[in-house]
Each structure stands twice: as C-alpha cells, then as structure tokens.
C-alpha cells in the first residue's frame, strides 16, 4: 500500500513535484506583531538618523552589545517594579 505525501499543518503540496512546502504570503497576520512591526520600522530609522548607521553595518563589538543589553534589561526591571507598585 502506497502512502500518500500529506502536508503539514501550514504546508501546501505542489502537486506537479510533490514537494511540500511553506507558502512565502501570509494570508492572514497578527494586528499585535503588525504593530510592533511598525514601533521596530520608525526606532529604526530613529536610531539610523541619530548614529548615521544601521545596526547591522555598526562596528561595535561583541561586549559592546553584551554591554548594552544588560543596561537595556536591568531598565527594563525597573519598569517592572514600577508598575508592579502602582495600583
């Protein structure tokens, strides 16, 4: 008895190949990542403007960003505990 090649949850089968594969358009999306989306594409070009660079083509090294994600992330604490006090 054959098997048949059925797809997973999120694939389609190109039936001329057979190949399995995932569809590269998204028919539906998600309004929350849409938006935080657009929050990352305007910090981009806020941070491009500022330092006339991209994150990408920034020299800085490893400890540098080490660095800077700590600094990020004890911030981030602090929000926390504010907000864990206001009622």
């Known amino acids: 008895m054959k098997s048949e090649n059925k797809p997973y949850k999120g694939y ?3 039936y001329s190949t ?3 594969y995932i569809p590269t358009q998204i028919k539906q999306s998600d309004p929350i ?3 935080v ?3 990352m594409d305007k910090r981009s070009t806020k941070g491009i403007e500022e330092y006339g660079t991209t994150l990408a083509d920034n020299p800085d090294g490893f ?3 080490l660095n800077e994600l700590q600094s990020e992330l004890l911030d981030a604490a602090l ?5 864990k006090k206001q009622k």
Do not use: A, F, S
């Not at 929000?79 to 907000?83: F, T």
């Open 63 to 65: 400890y540098r960003w």
């Open 37 to 39: 989306k657009d929050i």
């Open 18 to 20: 057979g190949l399995n």
């Open 12 to 14: 389609v089968t190109d």
């Open 33 to 35: 990542v849409e938006e």
């Open 79 to 83: 929000y926390i505990q504010k907000l």
